[in-house]
């Protein structure tokens, strides 16, 4: 089966700094690399997700990319803000199945 | 519109007790996936539906844990004589399509489960 692994487990930047959160999966039909944001007592929501035909994606300051070929896909949260923080979760998927296999989380803390 | 919803929120049960969590997925979504997450780490997958049938059970730790979506609609997710290692929120997630390129899923707030 599919084996994601996240890093770092913790991080704390400064408010306006850059955060950077890496994923490397183990299956490589793996296709489908959702990240979700989880706060506190809350369920996860989907923030960027990025398919294998895609290098790399942008939304406003967040950016995901991926690499096929070395198996590791990557978050950016750039001009970072006190409600940026949370935990975040990498996720590989097939098409089929479905079912996400997810990376253990990052806790994210950015200091005012 | 409505997202997932879960019910109850919060269930703490003795140890042996049977348990059953539901879940309430977008309307018209096709899948529906049941996930674990014991505190500080990430969901991991128990089972997946399409529609009424159970397409992957393979996640479900042992014969104790049991799901069902009888009409394609609402999960129920029942845990039998339920042990401490079993305690952990419990996440339901649907998706609209399958076997297509677009596997957003949407996840419901989850039920902590505490077993004393």
């Known amino acids: 089966g599919e084996n994601v692994e996240q890093h770092p487990s913790t991080l704390s930047v400064q408010e306006g700094d850059s955060a950077v959160i890496k994923c490397t999966y183990s299956d490589s039909a793996s296709n489908y690399f959702p990240w979700y944001k989880q706060e506190l007592g809350k369920r996860p929501q989907l923030i960027i997700d990025i398919r294998s035909n895609v290098g790399e994606k942008k939304d406003q300051r967040i950016a995901v990319t991926l690499n096929k070929t070395a198996k590791h896909f990557s978050l950016h949260i750039t001009e970072t803000q006190p409600e940026d923080s949370a935990v975040y979760f990498c996720a590989a998927s097939r098409n089929t199945g479905n079912q996400f296999y997810f990376g253990t989380g990052t806790s994210l803390t950015v200091i005012p | 519109g409505a997202g997932v919803s879960q019910s109850p929120r919060y269930k703490v049960a003795k140890r042996g007790q049977d348990v059953a969590l539901r879940c309430d997925p977008i309307s018209g979504h096709v899948s529906l996936f049941w996930y674990q997450q014991a505190l500080g780490q990430g969901p991991e997958f128990l089972t997946y539906f399409q529609n009424e049938a159970q397409l992957d059970k393979s996640g479900l730790p042992s014969d104790r844990f049991f799901a069902e979506r009888p009409e394609g609609s609402v999960s129920t997710l029942k845990i039998q004589r339920t042990q401490q290692e079993d305690s952990a929120v419990y996440l339901c997630?649907?998706?609209?399509?399958?076997?297509?390129?677009?596997?957003?899923?949407?996840f419901g707030p989850g039920t902590r489960l505490t077993v004393l």
């Open positions: 997630a649907s998706s609209l399509f399958t076997g297509t390129s677009y596997n957003e899923q949407f």
